[in-house]
Structures are given as C-alpha cells and as structure tokens.
T-cell receptor
C-alpha cells in the first residue's frame, strides 16, 4: 500500500519563474491538502482539494493555485516565484466522510528560488 | 481554530520517559487533539489522537484532563531516533479542515 508520494524531491528555480509540484494521495484517499513549510517553522496550510474543487484556502496569494484530477492526484502551481517561496512543500491526503482526523503527509518537495 | 502553546525545545537521555505538554485554552467542544512527529526534510507523521482522558498506542500515550485545556504526550523510554520536532494540533473532527501547526517542540535525545 503506497503512501503519499510527491515529485520532484528537489527543485531549483529563479525569481519570476513558474513551478508545478505533484502529489499522489495514499491509496483510498480522496482529499489532498497542500502545505508550505519554511525553514524552522511549522507547516502552513495553502489549500485543500476534494472532488476536483478547492474546498478551503489558507492565507496565500493567488499566485498559488492547484488542481485535482479524477484519480485524486493533485498539482500545486506557483507563478511569479519570489525568493520567499523557497520552502518545503508538503502534500497530505485524507479520506472523507469526516470521521478520521488524520492526514497523511508525503516526504515533500524542497523548492529553492534563486 | 484553537491556538496551542508548547515548549520550544526539550532535551532527554536515552531510556527516559519524555512528557511534552501542550496548552490549548480555547479548545472547542468538537475539537480533537492530535500530535505529529517530524524528522528533518520529511513530512509530519501522525503519532496519536484523542478527545478526552487517556489514549495509548504502540508509540505513545496521550493524557487529556477533564477540562481539555491541555494535553500531555508521553513517549516511553526514548531512543536517539526519537529526536524530532513534535507538533500539537487542535482541530474539529473531519478531514474537511485545515491543520494549523505551531512551531512545535524540538526534542533532542542524548546518549
């Protein structure tokens, strides 16, 4: 049973570029959440996708967008990259209906913006 | 969302029991308490979750007093591999909610 997988593991971009990160949820899960974790900080919620729609969104600008596919996998897109976007981007999956509060995290994608 | 407060760091020695306390004074009736563990450059890993009293699994125990305004994660007989950041989260039941992480507690286990 595969857990949450993310690709790529590492990425280097320059300011102003665009990036796409990918996530495959744990088998049986249909909800995907994305988090940004800056060095030394806890993960910060970006948004959550369920049934191919954005259901909840944290305090992130519109430069951050996402998508969920029919197979429940998801993409996170960041446009016009800033130096401050350098972080570990985490994907977490879970299952609805809402009886289990547990979210399962992937290993993350380390993004460095130069 | 209820805010949590936990120590920034703790040191312990191998074989000792470690207790990490988290304060959540504004916890709501439908909130659950969940603890995650995170190693460097890895995603957080679920450790334990509870609503009230005591919960125990193969990894840890979670003690929650009657007023639920705090909780204590107990790790029995820690080893060097337990060195990690531990996050206490409070959130309503259900996956249709965002997890709010604080800065966590850096636990360092010394030989």
């Amino acid at each position: 049973d595969a857990g949450v997988t993310q690709s790529p593991t590492h990425l280097i971009k320059t300011r102003g570029q665009q990036v796409t990160l990918r996530c495959s949820p744990k088998s049986g899960h249909d909800t995907v959440s994305w988090y940004q974790q800056a060095l030394g900080q806890g993960p910060q919620f970006i948004f959550q996708y369920y049934e191919e729609e954005e259901r909840q969104r944290g305090n992130f600008p519109d430069r951050f967008s996402g998508h969920q596919f029919p197979n429940y996998s998801s993409e996170l897109n960041v446009n016009a990259l800033l130096l401050g976007d350098s972080a570990l981007y985490l994907c977490a999956s879970s299952f609805t209906p809402e009886l289990d509060v547990t979210q399962y995290f992937g290993p993350g994608t380390r993004l460095l913006v130069l | 969302l209820a805010k949590t407060t936990q120590p920034i760091s703790m040191d312990s020695y191998e074989g000792q029991e470690v207790n990490i306390t988290c304060s959540h004074n504004n916890i709501a009736t439908n909130d659950y308490i969940t603890w995650y563990q995170q190693f460097p450059s890895q995603g957080p890993r679920f450790i334990i979750q509870g609503y009230k009293t005591k919960v125990t699994n193969e990894v840890a125990s979670l003690f929650i007093p009657a007023d639920r305004k705090s909780s204590t994660l107990s790790l029995p007989r820690v080893s060097l591999s337990d060195t990690a950041v531990y996050y206490c989260l409070v959130a309503p039941s259900g996956s249709a909610r965002q997890l709010t992480f604080g800065s966590g507690t850096q636990l360092t286990v010394l030989p």
